[in-house]
């Protein structure tokens, strides 16, 4: 899974999950953007001492201008986009709720982050995709998207929504050459996972009870299968949603 003289974008790199895809990504030859509404010019440092090639953005992904103006700043910095990761996503701050407490405010910012980001994202690498006629988007959705999680409607719908997005696109950037898939991670000890008590409380174990596999689930255990997903040996390989929550959900 050599990714020697590729371009990645990765959203949501700041931390967690995120940055440990970035680090994988670079580690295997690629030059990656970490992109994050919060600073991750510090994570990108210590990529490029290790010999890295790696920049730091700060970027809205729900907002056009941010998005656009990330993907021309990578174009300028190294001249393509081979790999988009859409990672970024309101998650480890949820706050467990019925679904009759959500306001609409809530449930549009939520929509805005976690699926309107991937979709402006994609929109906005794809054109440089298509030129070349190649390209990789991975997608990051969750396992409550299978499960129908309760007490979080707002976030598994727009999970669910980014698994639909996966399938479509797809189909519509297949002819590109270009492959869309998505890593559904179960629930992982990120560091924000962690510092949420509540959720710390409610879900570690009964995760790991409903695996195949009686463990945790660590950033590390995702970012193989985004590796492989960006890498050329998955030039044949799309559409498709893989279950990294160690034998939780089968489909």
Known sequence: MNLTEKVAIVTGAQTGIGLAIAQRLAAQGAAVALVDIADAQPQARALCERGARAIALQVDVANE?????????????????DVLVN?????????????????????????DVNAMGPFLCSRAVAPHMQARKSGRIVNITSGTAFKGAPFMLDYVSSKGALMTMTRALARELGRDFITVNAVSPGYTLSEGNLANEKFLATYRQAAIESR??????????????????????AAFISGQIIAVDGGSVYH
């Open 65 to 81: 201008e941010s998005v656009q103006g990330m993907v021309d700043a990578v174009v300028a910095q190294w001249g393509r986009v």
């Open 87 to 111: 990672n970024a996503a309101i998650a480890a701050t949820i706050q467990l709720r019925p679904f009759t407490e959500i306001t609409v405010a809530q449930w549009r910012r939520m929509q």
């Open 212 to 233: 195949a596999l009686p463990r945790d689930g660590w950033p590390a255990d995702i970012v193989g299968a985004v590796a492989f997903l960006a890498s050329d040996d």
